[in-house]
Nanobody, 122 residues
Framework: QVQLVESGGGLVQAGGSLRLSCAVSGSIFKINAMGWYRQAPGNQRELVATIASGDTTIYGNSVKGRFTISRDNAGNMLYLQMNSLKPEDTAVYYC????????????????WGQGTQVTVSS
């Protein structure tokens, strides 16, 4: 069973920093991409950042230049360094991994964590 567990969320003042971590347990034969999404109350879930093969990264426009996504080589840990935080960054942050579970799997799927709350006070 694949499980994703996020940690590192909390309360921080505007301008501060947080580092989120996501621990991935259970093997995945082929990981296509890993990423972070967030959802604020009343809003749709939105892309924060993704990292794919060759460490190709994509960032949401609102976090470019402030957030950095990274992962370990084994694909067991995913990180999100968040700097210069703003009140509008307040949301539940979700870790996700997309890929193929087994070598004989015929489809890809996405796995999600339960989320970690990030609150930025003004």
């Amino acid at each position: 069973q694949v499980q994703l567990v996020e940690s590192g969320g909390g309360l921080v003042q505007a301008g501060g920093s947080l580092r989120l971590s996501c621990a991935v347990s259970g093997s995945i034969f082929k990981i296509n991409a890993m990423g972070w999404y967030r959802q604020a109350p009343g809003n749709q879930r939105e892309l924060v950042a993704t990292i794919a093969s060759g460490d190709t990264t994509i960032y949401g426009n609102s976090v470019k230049g402030r957030f950095t996504i990274s992962r370990d080589n084994a694909g067991n840990m995913l990180y999100l360094q968040m700097n210069s935080l703003k009140p509008e960054d307040t949301a539940v942050y979700y870790c996700t991994v997309g890929g193929r579970r087994y070598s004989f799997s015929t489809y890809d799927r996405d796995y999600w964590g339960q989320g970690t709350q990030v609150t930025v006070s003004s």
